[in-house]
C-alpha cells in the first residue's frame, strides 16, 4: 500500500474510533428531542390562561423541538461521514459529459455494468461501487409498492397537479393522458412539464415489466445482466402519442402489445464490489450520482441527498465539446448544489471540475479554461479545483484523476472531518443554550406556583407519572413502528453480514467436502458403491447428515438475535427511565433491571400486580433461532430430502447415474454440493428476509406491553399505588412557592425538568470528550 493509501485508511480508523462518541451524542438529543415532544403535549393539554397565569405564555415547545432537530439533523450527517468503510469519491455532472465513462476506466466495468452512450441520458439508476478482492457481485435494492409511489409516482403527481388517488400504481392506470396534455400545454412551464408526461406515460405503459418486481428485497444479480436493471431502454423512434394517450409501441392499445422493459424502475438502488484497477487504497468506493439536467421531478433533490451522505470528494466532468465549451449555467448550478452540501468543508477540498480534454480542440479546451479562470478571480484552484484528463484514456484518468484526487484526500479529509466535527459541536451547543435558556426562564416562572394538597398531589403525580411514561413509550414504539414499516428502508446491517459469514462459513464447509476434505468423502462414496453396487445408499444417508447439519450451522444467528432482544430491553429501560430511573437497577443489564422493577412493585407496600405483569411479559419474549427461524430454514432444507414426505420423488429421483469409480464418485460429489449449496442459498434468503420478520414482532411485543402499563383497567390505580409506595425515590423534594399547580401546570414543570436532565446529560457527555 503507497503513502496516500495509509494516510487514507488513518482517516478511516480515525473515522471508526469516533462512532461511539457520535452514536451516544445523538442518543443523548434523541432524549432530549423526547422530553421536548412530552413538554409540547403537557404545553397543548393546558389551558392559555392557566400558562400565561403561571409565566409560561411566551413557552413554545414546538420551536425549541425544531432546534433539537437541527442538531441531530447536524449529528446525522457527521454520522453519516465517519459510518463509511471507504473513502467515496462521487462522479457528478451534466448528462453526455463522460461520467460513465470515467467510471468504467476507474473501476475497470464495462458497459454492461456502467452504461454509455451516443445520445441522450442512459443510466438510469444510481449506482455505489466498492473495491472489493471478493467475487465480482451486483446488489440490488428493490422499490416496495409503497416506496415506489412516494419516492417516484409522488413527486411527478405534485409537479402535474394530479389528484392523490392517481398517484399509485392502480390509479396511474385511470390517468387520461389526452385530456391532461391539453391541460399541460395551457401552463406556462409546458416545455419542462410535458416530458414529465411522457415519462409517466412509458411507467403506465411499461408497469407489468417492473410491478412484481417491486419486493422490497435485495437481488443480487450477475456483472454480465447489470445493464437491464440499471439503465434507460433504447428509445425507440419518435412517434406524436398525446393525442390518444397511449405509446404506439409500448402502449396496451398498440399493434405489437409488447411493453418496453423498464425493470430499472423497481431498482431503489444498485451496489457493485469489484476489483478496481488501482491497489493503491484498498477502501475506496466510486458514487455515480444521478445525471443533472434530466427532466425528471426532484433530480435536484436525488442528486443534493446523494452528495450528503454518501461521498467525501466530488468530481464534477466537464466536457468541451459540441457547444459545451463555455461555463454554462446549469455547470454554475451543479457547483451550487455542490456547495449546499459541502457543509463545513472548503469548496476547493471538497470538490474539483474534471475537464474531459477527449477529442477536444485547443480553442475549446483554451475557451473553457478562461471561463474557468474568471470563476477562480485569475488565481488557479483559489474556490475549486481544476483536474485535466481524457477520460476515455485509462492511464490519463489513473494519473491525473485518481491518484490526484486520492493524494489530495490524503491531505484534505482530516481537515473535512475535523471542520465537520466543529461545525456539529458549534451548532449542537448553540441548540442546547438556546433551549436551556427557555427552560431555565420557565422554570423560574413556575417557582411561583403552589404545591397542591398532599391528595392532590398523590392524584396529580400519579397522572404525571402514567403521562410522562406514556410519551416515553410512545417514542419508543414510534422506533420500532419506523423500523418495522414496509417503506422505513432501514436495514440490519450487523444482522446481514452476520447472516452473510454463516452462508459463506456454510459454503466453505461444503466445498471442502462436508468438513472431511473432498477426497475423504468422495474415497468413502467409492468404497460403498463398490461394496453395495451403486451410491445411493451412502447418498441416501449423507443427504440427511447435510440436512441436518447446515440447519445446526445457521443457529449461529442466535447471537445476533439475542442481541437485538437485548438492544430492544435497554431502549425499554431508557423509556422507562424517564421517570422510572431510581428503581431501575444500574448495572448494565436490561433484564436484570426489568426483573428488579417487577419485584419491587410486586412486593411494594400497595402491590402492583398489573404493572408487574406487563414488565414479565417483556422478561418472557423469545427470540432465538429454534423457535423464530428454524421452521422456515426447514422448509429451505426440503430439497435435500432423499424422498418426498409422501414416499415419491425427493432427491434421490434426481441423483444422475454414473459409473462406478472415483470419477463416477466425484461428480456424485459435485451433484451433492450443488445441491446443499442450493439449499444454504434458499437458507440465507430466509435469513436476508429476517430482520423485517423480527422489526414486526419486537413492534407487536412493543405495543402489548405500551397498552398493558398504560392503558390496563388498573393503570391508573396502580399509578396511584406506585407514587404513593416510592414517592421519596420519585420525588425526593417537595414543590414550594405562591399560586396554584393544578395537574397540567405540574406536568409542564416534570417534562421541564426531563428536557432539563436530558441537557445536561449531554452537556457531562460533551465535557468528557
Given at each position: 500500500?503507497?503513502?496516500v493509501?495509509?494516510?487514507l485508511?488513518?482517516?478511516l ?12 451524542e ?25 400558562l ?27 454520522r ?40 441522450g ?10 473495491n472489493?478482492d471478493?467475487?465480482?457481485e451486483?446488489?440490488?435494492?428493490m ?31 385511470q ?7 391539453k ?25 407489468a ?32 402519442d ?7 409501441h ?76 463555455m ?27 474534471l ?16 471561463d ?15 483536474l ?7 492511464d490519463?484518468v ?12 490524503a ?31 420557565a ?10 394538597t398532599?391528595?392532590e ?5 400519579a ?38 459469514a454463516?452462508r ?35 447418498i ?12 445446526d ?5 442466535d447471537?445476533v ?8 430491553r ?24 426489568l ?11 400497595d ?16 427470540l432465538?433461532?429454534r ?14 430430502l ?7 420423488g ?8 454414473v ?5 463416477g ?16 442459498h ?10 423485517s ?5 419486537l ?17 391508573m390505580a396502580?399509578?396511584?399505588r ?48
Open positions: 500500500m503507497s503513502d493509501g495509509e494516510q485508511e488513518a482517516v480508523a480515525r473515522r471508526r474510533r469516533s462512532q461511539p462518541a457520535i452514536e451516544a445523538i442518543a443523548g438529543w434523541e432524549q432530549i428531542r423526547t422530553a421536548l415532544v412530552a413538554l409540547g403535549q403537557a404545553v397543548a393539554a393546558a389551558d392559555p390562561e392557566e400565561v397565569a403561571a409565566g409560561l405564555g411566551d413557552l413554545d415547545p414546538a420551536a425549541l423541538e425544531r432546534l433539537a432537530e437541527e442538531a441531530q439533523a447536524e449529528l446525522r450527517t457527521v453519516a461521514r465517519v459510518n463509511r468503510r471507504t473513502v467515496n469519491i462521487g462522479v457528478s455532472g451534466q448528462a453526455r459529459n463522460g461520467k460513465s465513462t470515467l467510471l468504467q476506466k476507474m473501476s475497470k466495468l464495462e458497459d454492461d455494468q456502467i452504461p454509455t452512450g451516443a445520445g441520458a442512459v443510466t438510469a439508476v444510481r449506482s455505489r461501487i466498492f472489493s471478493g467475487e465480482p451486483a446488489i440490488l435494492t422499490h416496495t409498492e409503497v416506496s415506489f409511489e412516494t419516492e417516484v409516482l409522488a413527486p411527478y403527481a405534485t409537479e402535474l397537479e394530479l389528484p392523490p388517488p392517481l398517484a399509485t400504481l392502480d390509479g396511474l392506470a390517468v387520461d393522458f389526452a385530456a391532461l396534455d391541460t399541460l400545454q395551457e401552463r406556462p412551464n409546458w416545455p419542462y412539464l410535458r416530458p414529465m408526461l411522457s415519462r409517466l406515460r412509458e411507467m403506465r405503459d411499461s408497469v415489466t417492473f410491478r412484481p418486481l417491486l419486493t422490497g428485497r435485495s437481488r443480487h444479480v450477475e456483472l454480465a445482466d447489470l445493464r437491464a436493471w440499471v439503465a434507460y431502454p433504447k428509445d425507440p423512434p419518435a412517434t406524436n398525446a393525442h390518444d394517450g397511449h405509446s404506439e409500448s402502449g396496451p392499445d398498440g399493434p405489437d402489445h409488447h411493453p418496453v422493459d423498464r425493470r430499472y424502475l423497481a431498482v431503489r438502488d444498485a451496489e457493485i464490489h469489484c476489483p478496481f484497477p488501482s491497489r493503491d487504497v484498498a477502501s475506496l468506493g466510486l458514487i455515480d450520482l444521478p445525471g443533472l439536467g434530466e427532466l425528471v421531478p426532484e433530480a435536484e433533490k436525488h442528486h443534493l441527498a446523494g452528495l450528503q451522505n454518501d461521498v467525501d470528494y466530488i468530481l464534477v466532468v466537464k466536457w468541451p465539446q459540441d457547444g459545451n465549451q461555463w454554462r449555467p446549469e455547470d454554475a448550478k451543479a457547483l451550487t448544489l455542490i456547495d449546499q452540501a459541502r457543509g463545513a468543508a472548503a469548496s476547493r477540498d471538497f470538490s474539483a471540475v475537464v474531459n480534454t477527449g477529442l477536444v480542440t485547443a480553442e475549446r479546451l483554451t475557451a473553457l479554461e478562461n474557468l479562470k474568471r470563476v477562480n478571480s485569475g488565481v488557479d484552484d483559489s474556490a475549486v479545483r481544476v485535466y484528463a481524457d477520460v476515455s484514456d485509462p490519463d489513473t494519473r491525473n484523476v485518481l491518484e490526484a484526487s486520492l493524494a489530495h484526500l491531505q484534505a479529509l482530516p481537515r473535512m472531518d475535523a471542520a465537520a466535527f466543529e461545525q456539529a459541536g458549534t451548532v449542537t451547543a448553540a441548540r442546547a443554550a438556546a433551549i436551556g435558556t427557555a427552560v431555565t426562564a422554570q423560574a416562572a413556575l417557582r411561583t406556583v403552589v404545591t397542591p398532599p391528595y398531589i398523590l392524584d396529580l403525580r397522572k404525571d407519572l402514567r403521562e410522562s411514561l406514556a410519551g416515553a413509550l410512545r417514542a419508543w414504539t414510534a422506533d420500532l413502528e419506523k423500523r418495522a414499516r414496509d417503506d422505513s428502508g432501514y436495514e440490519d446491517l450487523e444482522f446481514l453480514e452476520h447472516a452473510d454463516i459463506e462459513g456454510i459454503r466453505e464447509w461444503i466445498l471442502d467436502g462436508f468438513g472431511e476434505g473432498v477426497e475423504g468423502w468422495t474415497g468413502r462414496l467409492y468404497a460403498s458403491m463398490t461394496a453395495e453396487y451403486g451410491g445411493g445408499q451412502f441416501h444417508h449423507e443427504l440427511n447428515s447435510v440436512r441436518t447439519a447446515i440447519a450451522r445457521f443457529a449461529g444467528i447471537d438475535l439475542a442481541e437485538r432482544l437485548r438492544r430492544f435497554a431502549d425499554l429501560v431508557g423509556a422507562l427511565s424517564v421517570r422510572l430511573g431510581p428503581l431501575l437497577a444500574a448495572d448494565g443489564d436490561p433484564a436484570a433491571a426483573r428488579e422493577l417487577a419485584d419491587r412493585l410486586g412486593d411494594a407496600t402491590p402492583c400486580p398489573t404493572l408487574r405483569r406487563a414488565l414479565e411479559f417483556v422478561l418472557d419474549i423469545h432465538d433461532y423457535t423464530r427461524t428454524l421452521p422456515r430454514i426447514r422448509q429451505a432444507l426440503v430439497i435435500l432423499p424422498a418426498a414426505r409422501s414416499g415419491a425427493g432427491a434421490l429421483e434426481s441423483m444422475p447415474s459409473e462406478h469409480s472415483p470419477a464418485a466425484h461428480e456424485l460429489f459435485v451433484w451433492t454440493s450443488q445441491l446443499a449449496r442450493a439449499a444454504v434458499d437458507g440465507a434468503r430466509v435469513l436476508a428476509d429476517e430482520p420478520v423480527i422489526a414486526q414482532a413492534l407487536a411485543y412493543g405495543e402489548q406491553f405500551e397498552d398493558a402499563f398504560i392503558r390496563s383497567d388498573a393503570a396502580e399509578f396511584r406506585l407514587a404513593e409506595s416510592f414517592r421519596d425515590q420519585l420525588w425526593p423534594t417537595p414543590d414550594s412557592g405562591p399560586g396554584l399547580a393544578n395537574a397540567r401546570i405540574q406536568r409542564i414543570r416534570t417534562t421541564l425538568k426531563d428536557v432539563a436532565s436530558a441537557l445536561a446529560d449531554s452537556a457531562d457527555r460533551q465535557g468528557a470528550r
